[in-house]
């Protein structure tokens, strides 16, 4: 599917390089069609792996997107040239006028803190918020969905005693719910993480449905009633080298981890891993992007000539 974005962005030749259809922003002019505006406030340090995984796996469908890449205002990034984020990311107050038919918050890596130690977190509050009457449907990914539980329906989170990383199994519940539309019984997913939400909390609120979750990570998919807010607590983005990535690093520090579950071939790193979870992964943004914000959108917001 033609993702818009800019010609110079480093994702795009790599994008092409996997055969992804990527248009720029120039060609795009030429067709007479509304994209889907779709903004990405990216939290992740590693912000060039993240906007690759994210714009691989919104490549899956017919629809045109248009992709904003959004960063904090509060925090500046310290692991990203600061030419890349003034070339290809706006800021809050610049779009706060604006609407658009999809939002991703990433995950990041603060979830040791409690979220009003984060740095950022009033500005990310204030996101949030906003996000209820200028965008059609939110997802939250990783740590944005535990702070997205927290902020909207004051569901706490919960430290581990050991970090979750890997590639574990899921199970759908809900099965009609159009989020897990083609999902089969049993999928997997990679989690990187060392909190977890409080699942009973979220099965006693009422506007809250878990459509998806695993025995040993807990609930996997949230979706509230109208759809608008949807939260993941893994990863289905990463690519196939992410966790050994991490795994590699933690073990350069010395912090002696654990060997992410499911992941390597025969769970031994020199074997290098599996890809297990890229179908699921493709279903789950199709599955986003398709009933909850385009059959859901408006075709013409009351702005739309600011958008």
């Not at 490549?59 to 959004?70: K, V």
């Not at 950022?120 to 539980?149: F, P, R």
Request: hydrophobic residues 35%; negative net charge; proline residues 6%.
């Amino acid at each position: 599917m033609p993702i818009r974005i800019d010609a110079a962005l480093p994702a795009k030749a790599i994008l092409e390089k996997e055969n992804v259809f990527v248009m720029d922003m120039d060609r795009a002019g030429t067709q007479d069609i509304r994209p889907l505006k779709i903004v990405i406030l990216n939290l992740m340090p590693t912000k060039l792996e993240t906007e690759l995984h994210l714009l691989r796996s919104l490549s899956n469908t017919p629809l045109q997107l248009d992709i904003t890449f959004l960063q904090t205002e509060s925090y500046t990034p310290t692991h990203v040239p600061e030419a890349h984020m003034e070339k290809f990311y706006t800021v809050f107050s610049k779009i706060k006028e604006k609407k658009f038919d999809g939002m991703i918050i990433t995950g990041a890596p603060v979830e040791l803190k409690e979220f009003e130690e984060v740095d950022y977190w009033d500005e990310v509050a204030a996101i949030m918020e906003w996000s209820k009457t200028n965008v059609t449907s939110t997802l939250h990914i990783c740590w944005a969905a535990q702070a997205g539980l927290y902020y909207h329906y004051g569901i706490k989170k919960e430290a581990l005693d050991q970090k979750i990383s890997g590639v574990y199994r899921h199970h759908t519940i809900h099965k009609k719910t159009p989020l897990v539309r083609g999902f089969d019984d049993y999928f997997y997913a990679p989690h990187s993480r060392n909190t977890a939400v409080d699942g009973e909390a979220v099965r006693k609120n009422k506007d809250l449905m878990i459509v998806a979750e695993s025995e040993e990570t807990g609930p996997y998919a949230i979706v509230n009633k109208t759809g608008s807010q949807i939260f993941v607590t893994g990863h289905p983005e990463y690519d196939v080298m992410t966790l050994d990535t991490e795994y590699q690093r933690d073990v350069k520090k010395g912090l002696n981890p654990e060997v992410p579950k499911n992941y390597y071939l025969d769970d031994n790193p020199e074997k290098g891993p599996v890809k297990s979870w890229r179908c699921h992964a493709n279903t789950l943004y199709n599955n986003w992007l398709n009933y909850y914000v385009y059959q859901n959108t408006p075709y013409h917001w009351a702005d739309d000539e600011n958008k």
